[in-house]
């Protein structure tokens, strides 16, 4: 039953479904019948659809069949109508027909023309669509035609500025095209292109630099000189100095504007050509010469390009390498000037140019990494200066050279770099300038006293006696009132080693020059150098002329008068040096000239020469002594040497007349006590071993020969018969054995009113022994055996008393 009503159910539903689809097909559209159609196939049921659908068709046949029957007489009327209808149809259709076939070939033409017309309307429209595609790619085009140009001309920096343009402006606005794919693909290949193109430029600026450097130096160094040369105008002459032109800025000769695209500027020339400028003409700046562009775009670029770290590293790094080669000094440098300016140059050019590219560019060197710079490059030059420095003998190029480390200096300390090294540096080798000159002047000294004829300076003239008294400060009343012709005391070498003391002096200030020293310092400075010049050097001069071996008694007695002139003018070149350096004497630590005692000390070695050389005269002429001591005859003359030595001694003696007082009377009595030492020791000398009383007498005549001349005063100051003294042994002994005085002898010995109290009991027995020898074997004393048998009894008592005093004096 539940089956039989479950089915009643679900048919019921079906038949409702059929129904409610058969009415959707009668209202519904047949454009739009498909998707009920659809739902019947959906189902399971469209057999019994169909069945329902027939049923439904039959019904509306009947309809349809019930509603022609109704109208049938109006069916056959409006058939009828419609057949005549039909042949006016006809008529009409073959009218149109007509009419159409008379159009089609009327209008064939003017379908032709509006094809064509057709035709370019679409070409018309696709021109103006090119067109507008065209107007969109022609910037693009031209941006990079213009990149392509700036290529060319390597104008990088603005080629790099339409780069970035053309990649985010004008590319993406175009981007779907296939020559804009080759662009895009295209830019870092060029990006790469450019960057190595301008570091190839900085890489031959680089080199250009390096080349060049001497050049920019040379130009940075002329301009210091001449802003000294015109700051010492205004010195000397301050009136002048509102006439001067203004020094340029350092940092502002080169005016050239980073980024800029004109075609001067964009040159990588990297040196720019100048031709040498006249004296008279402004020296270009330094920075005049250097096209520095080269940087400034390799800068800018590889900081577009987010590089800008590598680009300064790569800078850097290759400036360090040409720091180190233009610090190597030449091994050569030291020969000339040339030499040192060159290697100066270099070094200048070097640090004007990173000084300028410290100022004009943010960041790509800073000062810590110039300071380091210069900090290597002060040592290096410090040191090749000391190594190099030290080679060279002539003081001009010393003198030179210091000049050329200030000018140095001078041109570095513009540009804020410390100098004060460079300076204490120029205190050393003024140390060596010093020596160099006190060896050139050494030379210049011995020169003037080798060519000297060491004879008074004759003048026979007015204008000659001024000339010598204006080199020489030489102040004599008597010698003035004197008539021409007359002589100076002293010899040439006087006034000539006088004015090269002074010339020392100018060259030692000359050298102090420029190094911003007080007065007081090179006040000190140049005394210390004329001590050392006096002491040391003319010392040295005065003393191997005074030691030298044919020196004659006659240059020694002017070179003792030269010297006592050079000393008293000592005070004159301690006015010279005051006048130059304008440092009173009585400032404290102020150094005293030692000219006075190199001159005492001179004078002193020359009189110790004298005295020596007369000494050494007298021997000469005592060797020529040729005594008989066993002769029996009594002389009547003094020996011809003697005489000939006295003739000596006055002649020479006479010379002295214009030494110091004391040195002559040192000189003669020296030469007296050296004549009676020397007549002692030949008389006592152990190979005379017997002696007469005639050799005796005449060894008497000899000494009374002394005697005159001593009492003759050959040197006047003597008092009485001071010079006499000097033979008073020999004059005793004598008297003693001619007398034959022995009684008084021995009985005053060792009492001060002795009258033999010079004679020493040991010569006296050494004489007395000699001739107790002759008696004996050649009969001397055979009278006074005839007469007085016990006279060789009393010689020996008397040498035997005089074996006890000398016994006695002994104990």
Not at 488 to 512: D, G, M, R, T, W
Not at 670 to 692: G, I, W
Request: aromatic residues 8%.
């Amino acid at each position: 039953m539940e089956r039989g009503k479950m089915a009643e159910a679900e048919s019921l539903e079906t038949a409702a479904e059929h129904e409610r689809i058969l009415r959707e097909i009668e209202s519904t559209d047949t454009a739009c019948i498909g998707p009920t159609l659809r739902s019947v196939y959906d189902g399971e049921e469209h057999g019994r659809f169909m069945e329902k659908l027939e049923t439904r068709i039959r019904n509306h046949d009947r309809e349809i069949e019930k509603m022609c029957n109704f109208h049938y007489q109006g069916f056959v009327d409006s058939i009828t109508e419609l057949l005549k209808v039909r042949g006016e149809a006809q008529k009409l259709k073959n009218q149109v027909t007509d009419t159409n076939r008379k159009l089609q070939h009327e209008g064939k033409e003017l379908v032709i023309a509006m094809e064509e017309l057709k035709q370019c309307r679409l070409q018309q429209r696709n021109i103006s669509a090119t067109v507008d595609k065209l107007m969109l790619c022609l910037p693009v085009l031209e941006m990079y035609s213009k990149l392509r140009d700036q290529m060319k001309t390597k104008r990088h920096y603005p080629a790099l500025k339409t780069l970035e343009h053309l990649e985010h402006t004008y590319l993406p606005q175009v981007s779907h095209y296939r020559f804009c794919k080759v662009m895009v693909d295209n830019i870092p290949k060029l990006r790469e292109e450019i960057k190595d193109v301008s570091m190839s430029d900085l890489k031959d600026f680089l080199e250009s630099i390096r080349k060049h450097s001497d050049k920019i130096g040379e130009t940075a160094m002329k301009q210091a000189q001449q802003q000294r040369n015109l700051d010492n105008i205004i010195l000397q002459q301050p009136r002048i100095g509102s006439k001067r032109k203004p020094k340029k800025d350092a940092y502002t000769i080169f005016d050239t504007e980073i980024g800029s695209t004109s075609p001067k500027s964009e040159q990588d020339s990297g040196i720019l050509d100048v031709e040498d400028e006249e004296d008279d003409e402004e020296v270009p700046g330094a920075q005049d010469l250097v096209d520095f562009s080269p940087v400034y775009r390799c800068l800018h670029i590889y900081s577009v390009l987010g590089a800008r770290e590598t680009f300064e590293n790569y800078y850097r790094k290759q400036r360090r390498k040409q720091a180190r080669l233009v610090l190597q000094p030449p091994s050569n440098m030291h020969e000339t000037l040339d030499g040192y300016r060159k290697y100066f140059n270099q070094i200048v050019g070097f640090f004007v140019v990173e000084d300028h590219i410290l100022h004009t560019t943010q960041g790509l060197v800073n000062r810590a990494y110039i300071d380091e710079l210069w900090e290597m490059a002060l040592s290096k030059t410090i040191a090749a200066l000391r190594t190099h420095s030290s080679y060279c003998s002539d003081p001009n190029l010393v003198l030179d050279l210091k000049n050329l480390i200030v000018l140095f200096a001078d041109t570095l300390q513009v540009y804020g770099f410390p100098v004060n090294q460079l300076f204490d540096m120029l205190l050393e080798i003024r140390d060596q300038y010093s020596e160099t000159l006190l060896k050139k002047w050494s030379g210049i000294f011995r020169n003037i006293l080798d060519s000297d004829n060491y004879s008074p300076i004759p003048v026979t003239s007015e204008e000659i006696y001024k000339k010598v008294v204006g080199q020489f400060p030489f102040q004599d009343t008597e010698l003035e009132k004197q008539p021409f012709p007359k002589k100076f005391p002293f010899s040439e070498f006087v006034p000539k080693v006088y004015n090269q003391i002074k010339e020392f002096i100018y060259a030692c200030l000359k050298f102090s020059e420029d190094l911003h020293l007080s007065s007081t310092e090179v006040d000190d400075m140049i005394r210390k150098s004329t001590n050392l010049l006096l002491t040391r050097t003319l010392s040295s001069s005065l003393q191997n002329v005074i030691k030298r071996k044919n020196i004659g008694l006659t240059e020694l007695v002017q070179i003792i008068i030269n010297t006592t002139h050079l000393e008293k003018s000592c005070k004159y070149l301690e006015e010279f040096i005051t006048n130059i350096t304008n440092v009173l004497p009585e400032t404290v630590h102020t150094t005293k000239l030692y000219g006075t005692t190199t001159f005492k000390d001179a004078r002193h070695a020359a009189e110790e020469e004298i005295y020596t050389n007369l000494n050494q005269k007298i021997d000469q002429f005592l060797q020529l002594a040729d005594y008989d001591w066993m002769t029996g005859d009594l002389g009547n003359k003094a020996s011809d040497y003697l005489v000939d030595l006295i003739a000596f001694l006055r002649s020479t003696f006479a010379v002295f007349t214009h030494l110091p007082g004391k040195v002559a009377q040192t000189a003669c009595m020296s030469a007296c006590k050296h004549l009676a030492t020397s007549l002692m020791q030949l008389l006592l000398e152990a190979e005379v071993r017997q002696l007469t009383l005639g050799a005796l007498q005449q060894f008497n005549l000899d000494v009374r020969e002394c005697e005159q001349f001593a009492r003759s005063g050959p040197v006047p100051g003597f008092q009485e018969d001071t010079l006499q003294l000097a033979f008073i042994d020999l004059r005793q002994l004598l008297d003693l054995f001619l007398q034959w005085d022995w009684s008084t002898y021995l009985a005053d010995y060792g009492q001060p009113t002795c009258k033999y109290l010079r004679v020493n009991p040991v010569t006296a027995l050494t004489l007395l022994e000699k001739m107790k020898d002759t008696s004996r074997k050649n009969n001397m004393f055979a009278q006074f055996r005839k007469n007085e048998r016990d006279k060789q009894k009393l010689i020996d008592t008397v040498a035997k008393q005089l074996r006890g005093l000398i016994s006695s004096h002994h104990s």
